[in-house]
Protein backbone atom coordinates (compact mmCIF):
# COMPACT_ATOMS: atom_id res chain seq x y z
CA UNK A 1 0.00 0.00 0.00
CA UNK A 2 1.56 3.48 -1.47
CA UNK A 3 1.14 6.01 1.94
CA UNK A 4 -0.38 9.02 0.71
CA UNK A 5 1.09 12.33 0.21
CA UNK A 6 -0.92 13.52 3.73
CA UNK A 7 0.37 10.72 5.41
CA UNK A 8 4.35 11.47 4.25
CA UNK A 9 3.67 15.48 5.54
CA UNK A 10 2.21 14.05 8.32
CA UNK A 11 4.97 12.31 9.83
CA UNK A 12 7.57 14.45 8.41
CA UNK A 13 5.70 16.94 10.82
CA UNK A 14 6.01 14.69 13.85
CA UNK A 15 9.71 13.65 12.99
CA UNK A 16 10.74 17.28 12.90
CA UNK A 17 8.80 18.35 15.87
CA UNK A 18 10.49 15.98 17.89
CA UNK A 19 13.30 16.72 16.89
CA UNK A 20 12.81 20.39 17.60
CA UNK A 21 11.27 18.98 21.47
CA UNK A 22 15.01 17.44 21.64
CA UNK A 23 16.89 20.32 20.72
CA UNK A 24 15.12 22.67 22.94
CA UNK A 25 15.14 20.08 25.81
CA UNK A 26 18.91 19.77 25.62
CA UNK A 27 19.54 23.76 25.46
CA UNK A 28 17.74 24.39 28.17
CA UNK A 29 19.78 21.61 30.54
CA UNK A 30 22.82 23.26 29.10
CA UNK A 31 20.88 26.83 30.73
CA UNK A 32 20.05 25.69 33.37
CA UNK A 33 23.26 23.80 34.03
CA UNK A 34 25.86 27.07 33.17
CA UNK A 35 22.65 29.02 35.48
CA UNK A 36 24.40 27.24 38.01
CA UNK A 37 27.75 27.11 37.67
CA UNK A 38 27.93 31.20 37.50
CA UNK A 39 25.50 31.35 40.63
CA UNK A 40 28.02 29.03 42.52
CA UNK A 41 30.98 31.24 42.02
Not at 10 to 29: C, G, P, S
Amino acid sequence: MQPSKFQIKFWDAVKAALEYKAITNKQARELRRNFWLHNIE
